[in-house]
C-alpha cells in the first residue's frame, strides 16, 4: 500500500464516491529575489553608507566654515580696513594651520561633499568666499587646484537634487534616522 493511501479517504454522493486527499500543511514562502537584484541593492546600501560615513565626517567642517563666515563679517563690520586686514592675515595663519591637515588627509569626495555643504549652510559658494577673503588671485589659484584634483570650488548645492544628503543631516541634527531611506535602500540579505 503506498504511503498516501492511508492518509486517503471517500466521501460518498448517493451512489458515487469521490477519493479525498489529506496532504500536510504547506507553506508558502515569496520567491527570493534574482542574485543581480540582491547584488544591486548591496551595492546601492554600501555606497549610501560610505555616503553617510562622508556626510559624517564632512558636515562639522562645513557648520564651522559657516560660524566662522559669520564671525568674520561681524569683525569686517565692526574693525577699521587696517585693522580687519590684521586680523584677516592672522586668522588665516591659524585657520590654515589648523585645518590644513585635515584638508590633506580628505578624498576627493569628501572635498566634492564639503564645497557643496559650505554652499548649503552659507548660502555663498567656496569660490566666492576665498574671492571675497581673500582676492582674485587666491581664488583662481585655489580653483586651478580643486580642478586639477577634480573638483570645483564653484559647487553649488540643491536640496531637492540631494535628498539622501538631506536625510543624513537630518539625522545628524535629530538625532533619528530618516526612515524612508531604509525604506528605499533596504539593508542586504545575507
Known sequence: MPLWASAQR?????????????????EIIAQAPPAERIAETRKQWRAFQRLRQNVYLVYPLAKEAARIVREVDNERARLS???FKKYARRLRRELFDRYEPIFREMTVTQGL???KLIHRETGIDAYSLIQDYTGLLQATFWQLTARLYGSNLKLTYDPAQEPLIEAIIEEIETGRSADWVLQVYEPPIE
Open 10 to 26: 471517500r466521501l460518498l454522493l448517493g451512489p458515487d464516491s469521490i477519493p479525498i486527499y489529506v496532504m500536510e500543511p504547506v
Open 81 to 83: 580696513r587696517r585693522d
Open 113 to 115: 561633499l564639503l564645497i
